[in-house]
């Protein structure tokens, strides 16, 4: 079985989550590939939450994670790489549709807005859901060919 590689981009807001993730992520066997930012100092989120979506999109991984304040923004973002599905999400249940229902290839999370304790719950959750397919897969289509 494939080990499943993971991109990861945040601004400053999103910085100590997604530090939190990836250690998640690499303790659960996934590989990342950490687009950054580094620190806390003040950033603006294209500059690293594009490159990690555009790694999703080009294949080069498989999923992506992106985060930072709220997660809007970011999610806008990761939305206008060709091939990339992202959704925001602030529960488990909305993770789970998101994958379930959207094939969502990009998760958005803001920091601000859950605690580390659900993020970490919403990462599993998406990643362990899959693709109903059905009524679904004519809508992603639908999705993907308008980009």
């Given at each position: 079985?494939?080990?499943?590689?993971?991109?990861?981009?945040?601004?400053?807001?999103?910085?100590?989550?997604?530090e939190?993730?990836?250690?998640?992520?690499?303790?659960?066997?996934?590989?990342?590939?950490d687009?950054?930012?580094?620190?806390?100092?003040?950033?603006?989120?294209?500059?690293?939450?594009?490159p990690?979506?555009?790694?999703?999109?080009?294949?080069?991984?498989?999923?992506?994670?992106?985060?930072?304040?709220?997660?809007?923004g970011?999610?806008?973002a990761?939305?206008?790489?060709?091939?990339?599905?992202?959704?925001?999400?602030?529960?488990?249940?909305?993770?789970?549709?998101?994958?379930?229902?959207?094939?969502?290839?990009?998760?958005?999370?803001?920091?601000?807005?859950?605690?580390?304790?659900?993020?970490?719950?919403?990462?599993?959750?998406?990643?362990?859901?899959?693709?109903?397919?059905?009524?679904?897969?004519?809508?992603?289509?639908?999705?993907?060919?308008?980009?």
């Open positions: 079985m494939k080990t499943l590689k993971i991109a990861l981009g945040t601004d400053h807001a999103g910085f100590a989550y997604k939190a993730i990836n250690i998640f992520l690499l303790e659960k066997g996934y590989q990342t590939k687009f950054g930012t580094f620190s806390e100092e003040s950033v603006d989120y294209p500059d690293f939450v594009r990690a979506a555009e790694a999703v999109g080009e294949g080069l991984c498989d999923l992506g994670i992106v985060l930072g304040g709220s997660g809007n970011e999610a806008m990761a939305n206008k790489v060709q091939g990339v599905r992202c959704a925001l999400c602030w529960s488990v249940d909305t993770a789970k549709l998101a994958k379930q229902h959207n094939n969502a290839n990009v998760l958005s999370l803001g920091q601000r807005q859950i605690s580390k304790e659900l993020a970490l719950e919403i990462v599993d959750a998406w990643l362990n859901a899959t693709f109903e397919g059905g009524r679904h897969k004519r809508r992603i289509e639908m999705l993907d060919s308008s980009s």
